[in-house]
């Protein structure tokens, strides 16, 4: 089963901007579609963003024109830029892996946008 590893999260102040990371490993299907989920406090897990294998993306409402999904098939990894960062971006984000079997999540990493 594929493993994801996320990186990048951490504290940044309203306005600022935040990289995340995610690499995942194991076997790596043609067909599949990689995506970032966020659930903040007191708040249902919800889609911030998706990219297929072939480029193809889908945001959010809430976060177009500030968040940029990106992939790197060649290291098996998918990356979301965050600029104009809003406290109601605070959350925790999670990447998710999904082909046409089981989907993969991973362990989640903590976004948290206060002065």
């Known amino acids: 089963q594929v493993q994801l590893v996320e990186s990048g999260g951490g504290l940044v102040q309203p306005g600022g901007s935040l990289r995340l990371s995610c690499a995942a490993s194991g076997t790596i299907f043609g067909f599949n579609v990689m995506g970032w989920f966020r659930q903040g406090p007191g708040k249902e897990r919800e889609l911030v963003a998706t990219?297929?294998?072939?480029?193809?993306?889908n945001y959010a409402d809430s976060v177009k024109g500030r968040f940029t999904i990106s992939r790197d098939n060649g290291k098996n990894t998918v990356y979301l830029q965050m600029n104009n960062l809003k406290p109601e971006d605070t959350a925790v984000y999670y990447c998710?892996?999904?082909?046409?079997?089981?989907?993969?999540w991973g362990q989640g990493t903590q976004v948290t946008v206060s002065s």
């Open positions: 998710r892996y999904s082909p046409l079997g089981q989907a993969t």
């Open positions: 990219i297929t294998n072939g480029g193809r993306t």
